[in-house]
Nanobody
């Protein structure tokens, strides 16, 4: 099964920034909606952001709206999540996945081909 690969996680202080990347080598991400999710220890997986394949429309969770930006780079077959003004509450493993649904979604069961994730830790 084709799998996505995330990168760009790390340690950062509150107020800092990170850019996560989601890449796939065996299929074209542009054909799919791409979602970013996160899961903190002891918590359920949470949909953070999504970008649609049809019109580029986007979804953001309320907790990250205004701080995170999702984007595509068709030439590099990648999707990015720019995370600014990071907070300790953003600490989690961040994963990307694909959906072939009609538009953006934050519901994990609608997504597949999950990557292994990248750890983001915001510490003070």
């Amino acid at each position: 099964q084709v799998q996505l690969v995330e990168s760009g996680g790390g340690l950062v202080q509150p107020g800092g920034s990170l850019r996560l990347s989601c890449a796939a080598s065996a299929f074209t991400l542009d054909y799919y909606n791409i979602g970013w999710f996160r899961q903190a220890p002891g918590k359920e997986r949470e949909g953070v952001s999504c970008i649609s394949s049809s019109d580029g429309s986007t979804y953001y969770a309320v907790s990250v709206k205004g701080r995170f930006t999702i984007s595509r780079d068709k030439a590099k077959n990648a999707v990015y999540l720019q995370m600014n003004d990071l907070e300790p509450e953003d600490t989690a493993v961040y994963s990307c996945a694909v959906s072939a649904g009609p538009g953006t979604s934050s519901d994990p069961p609608e997504f597949s081909n999950w990557g292994p994730g990248t750890q983001v830790t915001v510490y003070s």
